[in-house]
């Protein structure tokens, strides 16, 4: 019997991550912590589950320790499976050359062989920094009907914004006789998502011809999408209108997360129909204490809370201490937040261990922006740090 799969995923998620500063200085960006008990890549994986891809290569790169270690098996996304399954594809030395990936385009071309092994009839391509709920088997019925070579999930942005995206310009009929990246008079407001599905044939055919250009960048947005449509090939648009976020900039990180909040929220990650599944630490229910006090806030497992925590998220093993007040902040795990400490408007990642009586960050108000405080920091008691500071060093006193 011949085993093949119909589509594989290829994900990408080797990027630096600069833009989040001291979030990614030690991980992987799709490695971030979320919505206090997920990680970024937690969601194109699950939404590869539900919609029936099993199997998945997960391209890394850069700081790639945690994610390999978070990724494991895939026993929580269900992708421990024999034949498929998750599988990460870090670079490698080959008999003749090897070398980092040098774009997105290049990074596929080096794992061939992965895809050719599954024998598939689409490949579909994502990115491991987005945070959305997405059916890409109806993505790729879509494929099929219109026979295309190419078809790229795109959606509408306000045409300010469209600048900073890959611009889709269509006939009526969803075919793209266009594309533009990162335009300055942008024509339209359909935004790449950066989510294609490729027949297979043609995905290779393209990575070789691109491989051999000493001219290119080897990105598909830059160099392969453009001389795909040049060369006359079928492209389609598929456009998606539901909830969709680029977590790239440590605001979008932000604004995201807040939108979990509320008994409404725009971003709901609690739908039993399209479960998003993470490697969730195994920790005791939260407790809070009986002067705690608690508003519009996600707490996880695991967390001690006896001060006031305000349109927040907390991740699991957070403590925070008495008299302690964290308003508008995204608190990640295993933090220690001790007595009198107020933070506001803050992103504390993992590990921290913020002293007594210091005062983080400054209300939106302000218009100084999200304070940052790196991994595995300690802030010494009375410390101020203001609003829109970056930190990632420890602090043994005074003003920041």
Not at 183 to 212: H, R, V
Not at 271 to 282: E, V
Not at 315 to 336: L, Y
Request: some cysteine; aromatic content about 8%.
């Amino acid at each position: 019997m011949i085993r093949k799969k119909k589509c594989i995923a290829m994900l990408l998620a080797g990027g630096q991550g600069s833009r989040l500063y001291s979030l990614t200085t030690n991980i992987a960006k799709p490695a971030v912590s979320f919505g206090g008990k997920y990680r970024i890549i937690d969601f194109p994986l699950s939404n590869c589950v539900n919609s029936g891809i099993d199997t998945v290569g997960v391209l890394t790169q850069y700081q790639p320790l945690i994610l390999n270690t978070y990724i494991g098996n895939g026993q929580p996304w269900d992708l421990d499976r024999e034949f498929g399954g998750v599988h990460t594809l870090p670079p490698y030395q080959g008999k003749n050359s090897s070398d980092w990936y040098k774009g997105t385009a290049n990074a596929i071309y080096q794992n061939l062989r992965f895809i050719k092994q599954y024998d598939p009839d689409y490949v579909l391509i994502l990115s491991g920094d987005h945070i959305y709920k997405m059916n890409y088997s109806r993505m790729l019925n879509y494929h099929i009907l219109n026979k295309a070579d190419c078809t790229i999930a795109a959606i509408n942005v306000p045409i300010e914004e469209a600048s900073r995206f890959g611009v889709l310009n269509t006939k009526e009929d969803g075919s793209i006789y266009e594309f533009e990246e990162k335009p300055k008079k942008p024509k339209s407001t359909l935004a790449s998502m950066g989510i294609y599905i490729f027949s297979t044939k043609k995905l290779e055919k393209y990575l070789k011809e691109d491989s051999k250009n000493p001219k290119s960048s080897n990105d598909f947005g830059k160099d392969v999408l453009p001389k795909m449509l040049s060369c006359g090939e079928k492209m389609m648009a598929y456009v998606f209108d539901g909830y969709w976020k680029d977590v790239g900039t440590i605001e979008s990180l932000y604004e995201a997360n807040m939108d979990l909040l509320g008994d409404s929220p725009k971003f709901d990650v609690t739908d039993s129909a399209w479960k998003i599944q993470s490697r969730s630490p195994l920790a005791p229910p939260h407790y809070i204490g009986k002067v705690a006090k608690t508003f519009n806030s996600i707490i996880m497992s695991g967390c001690e809370i006896y001060g006031e925590v305000e349109n927040s998220i907390i991740s699991s093993n957070v403590i925070i201490k008495k008299g302690a007040v964290i308003k508008n902040s995204i608190i990640m795990g295993d933090v220690i937040i001790n007595e009198d400490a107020v933070v506001d408007y803050s992103i504390i990642d993992e590990c921290a261990n913020i002293g007594k009586n210091v005062k983080i960050g400054e209300n939106k108000e302000s218009d100084k922006g999200i304070t940052l405080i790196g991994r595995n920091l300690v802030i010494k008691d009375n410390c101020i740090i203001e609003g829109g500071k970056i930190v990632d060093k420890d602090m043994q006193g005074g003003t920041l």
